[in-house]
């Protein structure tokens, strides 16, 4: 069975809405292209590193229709490693609606998303979801993921959608690596989903070694 893994990049609030342009999703948001200026040369390295290895991309409508109209036309430059990728690998599109399916290697997926994302699993090694913030949402709800990338940039917008919804289930997680720092700030961390639910506990119990406040 392959992993499903969420990249994800996000504010200190957790606002994960259109990080990479203005007109990404432009409906009544007005910060879209929030994560441009906090590119750096580690940042982008460690989403380069990210993709390694993987074999098939899951994306939601709105990501699919803006790579499907620029990866396939990126050869040569810096971008042509991923190009390369993203166009080699299979593509499966999460979507209610009727997208363009002219990117070669695209299918979309059944209106049962849950059983649709157990089947890729069981199809691929290495999947990995980009963007996508309805879709990552309802992964996240379902807890149909395996790995979680989160890259929290230093700015606070205060609007936007954020990763976890109202709709958040509680869920636990387990660090898989130490957080690493850009010089410009931002922080990578990478989780992986853990069994259980968070658990609770009294902080003033003795054995915290807690000072008596009396």
Same mark, same amino acid.
């Given at each position: ?29 007005? $910060?879209?292209?929030?994560?441009? =200026?906090?590119? &750096?040369? #580690? ?5 380069? %590193?990210? $993709? ?17 109209? $620029? ?12 190009? %390369?990728? +993203? ?11 009727? =997208? ?10 059944? =209106?049962?998303?849950?059983?649709? /994302? ?17 879709? @990552? ?8 993921? &395996? ?15 954020? /990763? +976890?919804?109202?709709? *958040? #289930? =509680? ?15 931002? /922080?990578?961390?990478? $989780?992986?989903? %853990? &069994? ?5 506990? &009294?902080?003033? %119990?003795?054995?915290?070694? @807690?000072?008596? *406040?009396?």
């Amino acid at each position: 069975m392959g992993l499903i893994q969420i990249e994800m990049f996000a504010t200190l609030d957790l606002v994960g809405q259109a990080p990479g342009g203005p007109d990404e999703d432009p409906a009544g948001f007005p $910060y879209g292209g929030w994560q441009a =200026p906090l590119i &750096d040369e #580690v940042a982008g390295e460690q989403i380069g %590193a990210a $993709y390694e290895g993987t074999d098939a991309l899951l994306l939601g409508r709105r990501t699919y229709d803006i790579f499907a109209a $620029y990866w396939p036309h990126q050869k040569g430059g810096e971008d042509e490693g991923i190009a %390369a990728l +993203f166009n080699g690998v299979p593509k499966y599109v999460a979507s209610r609606g009727k =997208p363009d399916l002219s990117w070669a290697g695209s299918t979309q997926l059944g =209106p049962d998303l849950a059983a649709a /994302v157990r089947e890729i699993r069981e199809r691929h090694e290495h999947v990995k979801v980009v963007g996508s913030l309805n879709l @990552v949402q309802t992964l996240l709800r379902e807890k149909l993921f &395996d790995r979680l990338d989160l890259w929290v940039h230093p700015i606070v917008l205060g609007v936007g959608k954020k /990763v +976890f919804d109202d709709g *958040a #289930v =509680p869920t636990s997680l387990t660090l898989l690596a130490p957080p690493e720092a850009s010089p410009k700030g931002t /922080v990578y961390l990478r $989780y992986g989903l %853990a &069994d259980g639910i968070p658990a609770t506990g &009294d902080m003033s %119990a003795p054995d915290r070694g @807690v000072a008596d *406040a009396g």
